[in-house]
């Protein structure tokens, strides 16, 4: 059983949807989609919601705790906060990055420690048992750069698509923007209307004519997609779900897999991933899913 089996059996067998992953590291076609998850558990950044929340609090902009939780008013929040960033006069990239970065000035060594960079690290380092071809972030922070850098590998950095790429190790794609922290970093920073917080950012995001989607719908078709961090709720992720799939299910093809803290939460949107390409993959907590990863790695040097 591979990624051409049916989207049902392979959900129903955690071990094949192992096995393929495996399969896909060792062929090099094997790409990282990487959510708030990620930089959430380094425990130095946060949430998707709580960065809404402190931007709004930023600027003298209301929010409702109670709302927290719902995609739409989060969408409509970051309205509120760029339009009240613009409207003074200021630029709201700088009021995201000081509510992102909580003053801090640069990365640490605590954080070479974080079990899920190491993990993601030994994804995509140079390996003759393969490797991740390329890491699409839809995260703003640097951490994952820095991380590789340190390491001393050559990372190509793509904030706007299209752009041609230099001599890299990996590239790192980010779609959503690039807010970055560290000076080196400085010259991919997104441009303000490259930054995707609020809803009318999120319907351009959305719109056919965004060059994003081609891309991404691109490494659906042609990569299989893990997705790592990720609650599977983002309402473009689920629109290009859609798209890319319609052409792949010809070909008996799933897009990926995305991996999950096995809560009754995770399991709400199974079923309707899986009509779209994608199958759930389910680990007991979320300090067991650097583990996972690491096993992956290991398993593909023997398979």
Request: a negative charge; glycine letters at 6%.
């Amino acid at each position: 059983m591979n990624t051409h089996s049916h989207p049902v059996d392979l959900a129903r067998d955690p071990a094949a949807c192992r096995a393929a992953i495996i399969e896909a590291l060792g062929e090099g076609n094997l790409s990282l989609f990487l959510g708030a998850g990620v930089s959430l558990s380094s425990g130095r950044f946060l949430g998707w919601s709580s960065l809404v929340k402190a931007c709004c609090e930023n600027v003298g902009v209301s929010f409702d705790d109670t709302q927290a939780e719902d995609n739409e008013y989060l969408l409509l929040a970051g309205d509120r906060f760029k339009k009240k960033c613009l409207h003074e006069g200021g630029d709201f990239r700088e009021r995201i990055e000081d509510c992102l970065y909580q003053n801090r000035q640069s990365y640490d060594k605590t954080f070479m420690k974080l079990d899920l960079l190491i993990a993601i690290g030994a994804l995509v380092m140079n390996s003759v048992r393969g490797r991740a071809n390329c890491v699409v972030n839809y995260n703003y922070d640097d951490v994952l750069e820095w991380y590789l850098m340190y390491h001393g590998f050559l990372v190509s950095i793509v904030a706007q698509y299209p752009e041609l790429l230099g001599k890299h190790d990996i590239a790192i794609y980010h779609p959503h923007g690039f807010l970055p922290l560290m000076a080196a970093f400085r010259r991919h920073r997104s441009a303000p209307e490259q930054v995707v917080i609020s809803k009318d950012d999120y319907q351009e995001a959305i719109s056919e004519s965004s060059p994003w989607n081609d891309f991404q719908k691109g490494q659906f078709g042609s990569t299989v997609a893990l997705f790592v961090g990720m609650s599977g709720d983002d309402e473009h992720i689920q629109v290009l779900f859609r798209h890319a799939y319609k052409k792949l299910v010809k070909y008996k093809r799933v897009i990926g897999f995305m991996l999950l803290e096995d809560t009754p939460k995770s399991h709400k949107r199974e079923e309707e991933n899986r009509d779209r390409g994608i199958i759930h993959v389910y680990y007991p907590n979320h300090d067991a899913l650097p583990d996972y990863l690491l096993e992956i790695c290991r398993d593909a040097v023997v398979r």
